[in-house]
DNA sequence: ACGAGGTCCTGCGAGC
DNA sequence: TGCTCGCAGGACCTCG
């Protein structure tokens, strides 16, 4: 589920909660969303720790300990939350990881399909895992030379690269959706026939639109909710997605739908976008 | 290097 | 009403 703009509310929901906290222990119902790290080794590594920061890097969540980082990779129902008083049934259910703080509440990674994924990293394995993945979009130091520069290195889809999180972080389906509409472009193209402008363009609205998600606090269709559980608003403003077979907010043509890019929903307008 | 297709997992809505 | 089927915001893998 969640993209970029999903990830970063719930980090800046929860970062004034968990900084400066301890776990004083934890609890893991569902191994398989485990990487490289067993439980017994991630329990032992939680139950003490102190929690530095809370931090967002491209769609994954990042809590900093004082003894290495614990990577939350959301996957499509994953959300993290702090709960102040005792579990509901529903929230017991899907609660997958449960870190008990120090001032007795409880932070806790729900994910309904276990798609997610933790990985549990030490300093080095941090660089490297950080260095695989691409520029963050709203980093003012990725220009759109850059950009274009690594887009245009594949002759895929323009829609499947701008989703390839070593090329770019943070753009998922939704977001990719977007972005194409709003800068005129065929999510089909291939990467590498596209110049610069159009480029220059592309890194333009993927900025707007994921700034204004973020202003919105996310996009919300089913599983996700803020990091203090309320819905996204940003599905109010979505020009494209989920909008197959209606009319274009632009010029009223007919909204086409796909999924041969990638096998992913993929929404657009054959007029608007070319 | 690329596209196609499958895998992980559960819930929900559509359609019969 | 109750069932099956297809689909869902992600990431990773193999095969040809």
Redesign the pocket.
């Given at each position: 589920?969640?993209?970029l703009p999903?990830v970063e509310t719930i980090v800046r929901d929860l970062r004034p909660e968990l900084a400066g906290r301890a776990i004083v222990k934890a609890q893991l119902t569902?191994d398989?969303v485990l990487r490289g790290v067993s439980r017994r080794r991630l329990l032992a590594a939680l139950a003490g720790a102190r929690i530095l920061r809370l931090a967002r890097r491209?769609?994954?969540a990042v809590l900093e300990l004082d003894r290495g980082r614990l990577v939350i990779?959301?996957?499509?129902?994953g959300s993290l939350l702090v709960h102040g008083r005792a579990l509901t049934p529903e929230q017991e259910?899907?609660a997958v990881l449960r870190a008990e703080l120090d001032d007795g509440r409880i932070l806790v990674y729900r994910d309904?399909?276990?798609?997610g994924?933790l990985l549990l990293l030490d300093a080095k394995g941090w660089t490297d895992y950080d260095a695989a993945l691409g520029p963050e979009p709203l980093d003012p130091g990725l220009t759109p030379e850059i950009f274009a520069e690594r887009m245009a290195?594949?002759?895929?889809?323009v829609k499947?690269v701008l989703?390839d999180?070593?090329v770019i972080?943070g753009?998922?389906?939704?977001?990719?959706n977007e972005a194409l509409f709003a800068a005129g472009i065929d999510p089909s193209r291939?990467?590498?026939r596209i110049d610069a402008a159009g480029y220059h363009r592309l890194l333009a609205e993927v900025r707007r639109i994921l700034q204004a998600a973020i202003d919105s606090k996310?996009?919300?269709?089913?599983?996700?909710r803020t990091g203090t559980g309320e819905p996204?608003g940003f599905q109010l403003e979505l020009m494209v997605?989920g909008r197959e077979g209606e009319p274009c907010r632009v010029c009223g043509t007919r909204l086409a739908g796909t999924?041969?890019?990638?096998?992913?929903?993929t929404v657009f307008c054959h007029r608007c976008q070319r």
């Open positions: 589920m969640p993209e999903e569902h398989d491209a769609k994954h990779q959301p996957g499509m129902s259910r899907y309904v399909r276990r798609l994924t290195r594949s002759r895929s889809a499947k989703m999180q070593r972080v753009v998922g389906n939704i977001y990719a291939a990467a590498d996310g996009t919300t269709f089913r599983d996700y996204g997605y999924h041969l890019i990638d096998a992913r929903a």
